[in-house]
């Protein structure tokens, strides 16, 4: 059998144009988001960063696993927003537009594993990079979409009923929203490839790699989120929240640790797919 890495697209170097040209990318992809409200002023600086370091260190196919989970997940953030955002506003710590810890959050896993790949041109990050955008789509999609489930998510720890939108649970909408937002981000991948000259039996165990690791780092998020994610007491409603505090009183906390938010949760399980992924691929 071949081995997992053999298939490789190495950082493309490019024309000063090539870079001008997804520079520029970057700038109106930030500047969308910006407009349309989906990121806040810094947000949006920080995702221009963001997708111009991606591009540097891995060429075209970075920038675009990035951009496919950044339209899909704005889309979807969009979507039946007017039965979401109340139910957001009542339990997350953070609604409206995504702030730049979040941007950190959600991409950082990436940029982790494409800096070695920038240094050593080890294809192997290729597909540790791709695994963790799947991750975070994967959740993406399972918390915007699973949020409108008619059927009460449970917890994966205790598997008793929670609210909707509380960090933990999980439905079955939920967990296939979850692996078509993986699904997505493995077929951009492949479809790359594919461009590339790459194909073969090699390049589908690739894409059902990334797929599963997708899937992995989103069941990683509701473990976490249900384990150690803080939550706490609403002194105003008495129900659970994620929210600290509310109206600058200090909330209850009523299980986990304090510094575990929704942002840690979403970085740590990403990397983590990331990392197991470059494992599982390197010990082929």
Known sequence: MENLIDYSVAAQ??????????????????????????????????????????YLA????????LMVFFLSSTFLSHFKASIKDPVEARIHAKSGPRDIVQVGA????ALIMAVPFAIS???????????????????TWASEIGILS????????TFKPVSPGLSGGVSPLGLMASLGGSVVVALT??????AAGNSGELLWMQIGIITLGGVLGSILDSLMGAAIQAKYISHETGELTEK??????????????????????????????AILVLVFVELQ
């Open 121 to 139: 041109q080890n294809p192997a990050y290729l597909v540790a990079v791709a695994a963790s955008f799947a991750a975070c789509n994967a959740d």
């Open 150 to 157: 008619r059927k009460a998510p449970v917890s994966l720890i």
């Open 244 to 273: 600290p505090d509310h109206n600058n009183k200090p909330n209850q906390l009523y299980s986990g640790i304090t510094f575990v938010n929704n942002d840690f949760v979403n970085f740590a399980s990403s990397l983590l797919a």
């Open 189 to 194: 991948y492949g479809l790359y490839q594919l």
């Open 106 to 109: 959600n991409g950082g896993a």
């Open 13 to 54: 170097t490019g024309t000063i144009l090539e870079h001008v040209v997804y520079i520029c990318l970057s700038l109106l992809g930030a500047t969308f988001a910006y407009r349309r409200k989906s990121l806040t002023f810094s947000a949006a600086l920080g995702a221009f960063f963001l997708g111009t370091a991606l």
């Open 58 to 65: 891995g060429g075209p196919l970075f920038f675009i696993l």
